[in-house]
């Protein structure tokens, strides 16, 4: 279940064999979903906070790509 409140986003599934909890910040979450960042390189910031046996099903619904973002002045 994603759940976003005051500018956190947080992750907590829903199974007897997942246990844990995803706590971050909406930009963070961004980052993961566009590829831009790995889950360990995300974790690793502060202000988020990932407990249980969840990160193996993150890393395959997070995957870190190779994504490119021309510069907002490019024509």
């Known amino acids: 279940v994603f759940s976003v409140?005051?500018?956190e986003v947080t992750l907590s599934p829903r199974s007897r064999k997942?246990?844990?909890?995803l706590r971050l910040p909406q930009?963070?979450?961004?980052q993961l979903v566009m590829g831009y960042r790995s889950?360990?390189?995300v974790t690793s910031d502060k202000g988020v906070r990932?407990?249980?046996?969840?990160?193996?099903v993150l890393e395959v619904l997070f995957v870190?790509?190779?994504p490119y973002?021309?510069?907002?002045?490019?024509f």
Request: charged share 25%; aromatic share 6%.
């Open 5 to 7: 409140r005051d500018g």
């Open 18 to 21: 997942l246990d844990g909890r």
């Open 27 to 30: 930009e963070r979450l961004l």
């Open 39 to 41: 889950l360990a390189a």
């Open 50 to 56: 990932l407990t249980g046996n969840i990160a193996s």
């Open 64 to 66: 870190k790509g190779f």
């Open 69 to 74: 973002m021309w510069p907002s002045d490019h």
